[in-house]
């Protein structure tokens, strides 16, 4: 039995070191396996997997609000990428840049895209003449490169896996309501696939997206009380339109200016998934994320009509994303190696239960065992995941509201931070300065202004002047 337990012992335990933990579920649960390019991840077949249901399901709701899919090129030339000042000063310390091609230098050189607003800018600026081409509610599904200097897995790399919308409308208002739609979408995604629970909210001017007008950001809490952006969208108002020469003829035949919005989604939701669910046994993955829902393990599948049974059951169950782990492991083992993968759900069946006619559940996020008859299988392997998922949710809102604070003065929101780790609320006053210094003492940052106000207090946490915004305060990855 040690030898079956080898596969968890391997894993750090999160309490001892975090960080630690989380490399060892990526790696042990075969999601990712480090390449020969420095910062750079290759995802297996386990982790792209996962991907690929994300990727569906927000294709699935970006469809449903009249978006289509587009693909733009990857390089971008420096001169398209200098036509928006704020936007290149944002960006410029981690561009990477294509100077040859072949063994000739190139004319000008060429940005491995960071992100796509100028090359999409540049195409709309072709494309749109007419109020009668607008909106244009156009996505599209890439990579990007963004040389980061400290990397982790899914969280930081120097490329990862996106999807960018990138929209145009006739008026200010149009924008507005688009922006904060998408986030919207965003947020009921995370909470309904992903089980995680999110404060929707805007970011200060200081922490906006370089050139946008606003910036609205959906923020996670993860196990560690670290704070993780999970989604923005944002605002860029006639900015780009104008820097590119945007514009349509209005119904008056009157040349205007188009207002844009953007907004992205990328591969770090995989870590917020880890960190927000998994365990000490390794992943504990939401059944409608899950790219195996459902793992049928036969127990002494040596035994005349084990192995028959265990793939009997998979036809049973074939509503549902389900595999058999017919390998010449031990029970022991497969137990521990579907922990680790956080398959939702385990059906282990021997030669006793094929005579009592039953099959043991084992839920992956509470371990609990379930017997049942064979023949009400189905439909409580149903009932299972719809509880596991639901349950799931309300424990991280359970322990995203337990690990959010309030503080009132700079004393107790320091002491909040340094002892408590997790999400602390206060009011602010609008102004930079205090932004700085709060992150310059405490290492918080602010996480966003929600939807939903609270007045805490009248006075701003940091100077004492008056307040005009509640803010959730918190260190972040």
């Not at 200097?149 to 790399?157: A, G, I, N, Q």
């Not at 507005?176 to 979408?185: C, D, G, I, K």
């Not at 149903?382 to 309300?394: A, F, N, P, R, V």
């Not at 959010?404 to 002892?419: H, I, L, P």
């Amino acid at each position: 039995m040690a030898k079956d337990k080898k596969l968890v012992e391997a894993i750090t335990s999160m309490d001892v070191d975090f960080a630690q933990w989380y490399t060892d579920v990526v790696k042990k649960a075969e999601l990712i396996d480090y390449s020969s390019v420095k910062g750079c991840m290759a995802i297996k077949p386990a982790g792209y997997a996962i991907w690929e249901n994300i990727q569906s399901e927000l294709d699935r709701r970006f469809k449903e609000v009249g978006v289509e899919n587009v693909y733009m090129p990857m390089f971008i030339p420096e001169s398209l990428l200098q036509k928006e000042k704020d936007h290149v000063e944002g960006f410029a310390p981690e561009v990477a840049w294509v100077t040859h091609g072949g063994l000739e230098p190139l004319q000008e050189r060429l940005c491995v895209r960071p992100t796509s607003e100028t090359l999409f800018c540049d195409f709309y600026s072709r494309e749109i003449q007419s109020y009668r081409d607008l909106p244009k509610l156009y996505n599209q599904w890439c990579s990007v490169v963004r040389w980061e200097k400290t990397t982790r897995p899914f969280l930081r790399s120097r490329e990862f896996l996106w999807q960018e919308g990138h929209t145009a409308h006739a008026t200010a208002e149009e924008a507005e309501a688009r922006t904060e739609q998408m986030l919207h979408l965003y947020a009921d995604f995370c909470e309904e696939v992903l089980a995680m629970p999110v404060v929707r909210g805007q970011k200060t001017d200081k922490e906006k997206f370089a050139g946008a007008e606003a910036t609205y950001t959906i923020e996670a809490l993860m196990h560690d009380g670290k704070a993780l952006q999970s989604g923005t969208s944002h605002n860029f108002g006639s900015g780009f339109a104008k820097a590119f020469e945007i514009q349509y003829s209005d119904k008056e035949n009157k040349l205007q200016y188009v207002h844009q919005t953007s907004w992205g989604m990328t591969t770090r939701l995989i870590g917020a998934i880890i960190m927000v669910h998994g365990d000490d046994n390794g992943l504990v993955l939401p059944p409608r994320i899950a790219p195996t829902q459902v793992i049928v393990v036969p127990v002494q599948q040596q035994k005349e009509g084990v192995l028959e049974k265990a793939f009997e059951l998979k036809q049973v169950l074939s509503n549902y994303k389900v595999k058999v782990d017919d390998s010449d492991k031990s029970p022991g083992w497969k137990f521990s190696e579907s922990e680790m993968r956080g398959i939702p759900v385990r059906v282990e069946i021997g030669p006793r239960d094929i005579l009592e006619n039953q099959a043991v559940l084992v839920r992956r996020d509470t371990h609990e065992k379930i017997t049942v008859s064979i023949d009400q299988l189905n439909a409580k392997v149903g009932e299972l995941l719809d509880t596991i998922q639901k349950d799931m949710l309300e424990r991280a809102r359970a322990h995203r509201d337990a690990h959010t604070y309030e503080a009132t003065d700079m004393d107790t929101f320091v002491k909040t931070v340094e002892e408590k780790p997790g999400f602390v609320k206060a009011m602010w006053c609008g102004c930079q300065e205090c932004e700085d210094q709060i992150k310059e003492i405490t290492g918080a940052t602010s996480r966003c202004m929600p939807f939903k106000q609270e007045k805490l207090a009248d006075a701003c946490v940091c100077c004492g002047k008056p307040a005009v915004k509640m803010v959730y305060w918190g260190r972040a990855y």
